[in-house]
């Protein structure tokens, strides 16, 4: 698989390999995060979400991996498909602030070839 | 996507003549968001609601009002277009409002010439 250390703005895999998008987040308040996937000419669609009370969450193909201690939230799909192609974003809230929107990052483009 | 539709999904209009865009959900969510979507930026906060005429500025919220007299509509207004609010704006519903995640609309382009 590949994956990146620091958020990158791409990132490029070969159908199969599993991917790895990473995720800095700012706000040590923040205790409830979200990865969107937005495919060309669409809105951004849930995909997976974690609370802070947890390290690890786990969906279809895709994890969800939280490490508070550096704030750094990763997205780990595996057997890519070239249907996963698409922006990836992350995004925080703070649960315990009422009404506080989603702050989300500024994205990943997954591009997956066969 | 179900149950929340922008319209228009495009428009094309003039440096200083208003634009109101709409958002209209059939959910009956309490919360409803407006966010503009720009390269390099992701997407950032507009103006959002938490209820009906009860509505909050968000991260970008010079150049726009929003209303919102019914909880199934929110309208964002440009109250005079610029060439800096060519964007995607997009709208999004959330029940609780936090611990959830939100429903976003398809979107509408919209172009300042």
């Known amino acids: 698989g590949e994956s990146v250390g620091l958020h990158l703005p791409t990132l490029s895999v070969q159908e199969g390999d599993n991917s790895i998008i990473n995720c800095a987040y700012s706000n040590s308040a923040s205790d409830y995060f979200i990865w969107y996937k937005q495919e060309s000419g669409k809105g951004p669609q849930f995909i997976i979400d974690?609370?802070?009370?947890?390290d690890k969450r786990q969906g279809q193909r895709v994890t969800v991996l939280l490490n508070k201690t550096v704030k750094h939230l990763s997205l780990q799909i595996a057997a890519t498909q070239p249907g996963d192609s698409a922006v990836y974003f992350c995004?925080?809230?703070?649960?315990?602030?009422?009404?506080?929107?989603?702050?989300f990052g500024k994205g990943t483009t997954l591009s997956v070839s066969s | 996507d179900a149950g929340i539709t922008q319209s228009p999904r495009h428009k094309v209009t003039e440096t200083g003549t208003p634009v109101t865009l709409r958002c209209h959900q059939t959910?009956?969510?309490?919360?409803m968001y407006w966010y503009r979507q720009d390269p390099g930026h992701g997407l950032r906060l507009i103006h959002y609601s938490y209820g009906v005429k009860d509505t909050d500025k968000g991260e970008v919220s010079d150049g726009y009002s929003v209303s919102r007299s019914k909880t199934e509509d929110f309208l964002l207004t440009l109250e005079s277009a610029t060439s800096s609010q060519t964007s995607v704006y997009f709208c999004?519903?959330?029940?609780?409002?936090?611990?959830?995640?939100?429903?976003f609309g398809s979107g509408t382009r919209l172009t300042v010439v």
């Open positions: 959910e009956n969510h309490r919360y």
């Open positions: 995004a925080e809230s703070p649960l315990k602030q009422a009404g506080t929107a989603l702050i």
């Open positions: 999004a519903i959330s029940e609780s409002g936090q611990g959830n995640g939100y429903t």
């Open positions: 974690i609370r802070s009370n947890m």
